[in-house]
């Protein structure tokens, strides 16, 4: 029997999750509420929320799988990429908890952990297979051949999807994160109502820097005929920028899909979560024969669940770290 405790604390939802040869006991998630005001994560602010919740996200982790300290294994944490400050909190906390309890530390990639976050439920994708994974810091298509052997083939040169679809919104006039908000106003809308830009951009590689100035220009412009211009066409300003997001993400997908030669397709990371998405990818798994894996919502967007799994095929592979490890706010693969 093998008990891991796992630590998130990357961006902005402290999480801690239990869990139990490959069965997620717990998970827990507290959303800072703190950054709404200023129409963004602020990093200091987000440590600071880090170390409140801390300590009574874990009790309650602990006591919802009826685990406690002392039949833990190991204590994992994600190690990175993030906020230096967010997560030097989760870090600290659980390297101080590896050592009281005497156990090894075992530090995860947290790009890596959305992939893994297919393992926890089914169906699990066989290897090989291809991930989109798409957050409010990453875009990247990767190459997964094995749990812990994956290889990035395609990335953003410049703004995450998540980013894309924040940033548009803010410039609606949405609060933050406006990503979940654009889903739900493009439901009512037309996604062909305003056609804006698709970059081009060589390879397998994304932009997404171009289509915020189309849309700020292009609400510039309607504003001056009509200043209720974004209220009375929220819902089909909304359609149009995520019918283009989404199709920029398919494309590059469609050419991985035809260069690799795999047809199993997963999509992970917060964007994942957009309504859009899932029903587009279900679209093109009829057209092309592509098995596509979805994970469930709560899955999606940060947790420590994702960082609980990623934990146990790190324990399974002997794959542990030092107490002088230090987080890393670019960590690659
Ligand atoms: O993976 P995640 O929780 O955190 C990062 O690692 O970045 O992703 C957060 C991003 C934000 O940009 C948020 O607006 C976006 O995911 N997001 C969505 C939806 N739910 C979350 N974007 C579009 N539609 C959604 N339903
Ligand atoms: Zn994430």
Known sequence: MCTILAIESSCDETSAALIQNSKI?????ATQQVHHQWGGVVPELASRAHQQHI??????????????????QAVAFTRGPGLLGAL?????????????????????????AHILAHFIDDPKPPFPFLCLTVSGGHTQLVLVQDYLKMEIIGETIDDAVGEAFDKTAK?????????????????QGDPKAFPFPISEVPGLNFSFSGIKTAVLYFLQ???????????????????????????????????????????????????????????ALQQEAAKRKWQVYIPALAYCTDNAAMIAMAAHYKYKAGEFCPQDVSPMPRMKF
């Open 171 to 187: 410039i609606m006039g949405l609060p933050y994160p406006g990503g979940p908000l654009l889903d739900k106003w493009a439901k």
């Open 221 to 279: 412009d309607r504003l001056k005929q009509d200043p209720e211009f974004i209220q009375n066409n929220l819902a089909d300003i909304s359609a149009s920028i995520q019918h283009t997001l989404i199709e920029m993400l398919l494309r590059k997908l469609r050419k991985a899909a035809k260069e690799t030669n795999i047809s199993h397709i997963a999509i992970a990371g917060g964007v994942s979560a957009n309504s859009g998405l899932r029903e």
């Open 55 to 72: 300590v009574p996200v874990v009790h309650k982790a602990l006591q919802e799988a009826n685990i406690t300290k002392k039949e833990l």
């Open 25 to 29: 006991l717990a998970n827990i998630v």
């Open 88 to 112: 030097l909190v989760g870090a600290s906390f659980a390297k101080s908890l590896a050592l009281a309890l005497n156990i090894p530390l075992i530090d995860v990639n947290h790009m890596q």
